[in-house]
């Protein structure tokens, strides 16, 4: 990919001081490329797509708050950009403000919707009654914060922003999770990587006709291949209330023979399938903490837990 390319350019979420620029800088590739802020996601989409930059690098999926639709949507329904690698980023959220704040005299958060609600909890518990405000990107809360020169007004954002627009960190750490990950996609026009041994491949799957079972039909094509399967969600299409599409990732790349075959087998079935790339696996490395089941704790296990539910109901 920047084999042949000696100095792309990369257009990514500014302004400087994102999170996602900081996930950039992890791809050693892009070292000597021109790194290229924008304000919003759907400039970075809409000018790669024209051809204006190499790339464009997004946030897609956060571990606390699940998909960033403002990344999905576009490229499932109004872009041709292939993924072509993933970075998934330690998220470490931080309260920022200026040199002079009372915390009890704080009325307004300012931040990106998803670090505010990756946050939630903490911002109720320690502060109940601001107002919670939205801009595009975590840094440029940071940078209204610091232009507003209001020791009221306090942003969520990166370590890295306060420094660049000259804020203190009033605290750190303060998501809900202490395991949050934010995963970033690299796009690009119509490229595919080679496959590497460790690949993902994503697709949205579009049913031309609703039918009982047709969901089962499509993961029944994965599971005869013993392909696995890393996530799985459905959008609305945005054309028939009620009618959604499938978004899927798996494991193996699309020269893979049997991802190849399966995929293939899924649009010979009535589906039409939109390919969004085959690209290498980012490693995640999580949290050394004691692992826990969630879905032991949160739901039910074994027989008679349906009689359980409804004998108080007599």
Known sequence: MSDQIPFPTVAYLGPSGTFTEEALLRLSEFKDAKLVPLGSFRDVLRKTEEGLYTFGFLPIENSIEGTVLATLDPIIFESTLLIQKEVVLDIHQNLLGLANVDRSEIKVVISYPHASAQCLSYIQTNFPNVEIRSTDSTARAAQLVSEM????????????AAKIYNLKILEDHIEDFSNNKTRFVLLGQKSIPRATGRDKTSIACFQLADRPGSLLGILDHFAKRSINLTKLESRPTKVVMGEYCFIIDL????????????????????????FLGSYPRAEVVTKEDPPVNTAKNLGHIGKGWIRELLDPLG
């Open 149 to 160: 020169h209001d020791p009221t007004i306090v942003a969520i954002g990166p370590s890295v």
């Open 251 to 274: 494991e193996g790349h699309v020269s893979d023979p049997k991802v190849g075959e399966c995929l293939e087998e899924i649009s010979d079935s009535g589906v039409v399938v939109k």
